[in-house]
């Protein structure tokens, strides 16, 4: 069992950075991957970004090129740092693990992960 919560959202204007992070707890041992997803109101969740135990990561379209996520393995903490941000940006952030095997090298964000962090709002105007 893994409990995640995240931190350091907050309101930017349109090319603004913010960098959030997502303190994991409880047994973490055997997470394969963790990620980062988003949701702003009325659309669908979409993934962010994700990284695996080897640090080999993965990110949607969208934010290729703008945000960055790594990881501190031995505080068991992830991170997102977010450059340029867009006003499209403005979302609910969340923090999600999973301990299961990975078909490939990378962690797709298709992927189905178990644990879930509360969310951190990330709000970016014009």
């Known amino acids: 069992q893994v409990q995640l919560v995240e931190s350091g959202g907050g309101s930017v204007q349109s090319g603004g950075s913010l960098r959030l992070s997502c303190a994991a707890s409880?047994?973490?041992?055997?997470?394969?991957?963790m990620a980062w997803f988003r949701q702003a109101p009325g659309k669908e969740r979409e993934g962010v970004a994700s990284?695996?135990?080897?640090?080999?990561?993965n990110y949607a379209d969208s934010v290729k090129g703008r945000f960055t996520i790594s990881r501190d393995g031995a505080k068991n903490t992830l991170f997102l740092q977010m450059n340029s941000l867009k006003p499209e940006d403005t979302a609910t952030y969340y923090c999600?693990?999973?301990?299961?095997?990975?078909?490939?090298?990378?962690?797709?964000?298709?992927?189905?992960?178990?644990?879930w962090g509360q969310g951190t709002q990330v709000t970016v105007s014009s």
């Open positions: 999600a693990a999973t301990d299961s095997q990975l078909r490939f090298r990378s962690c797709p964000l298709t992927t189905d992960f178990r644990s």
């Open positions: 409880g047994y973490t041992y055997t997470t394969s991957c």
């Open positions: 990284i695996t135990r080897l640090g080999i990561t």
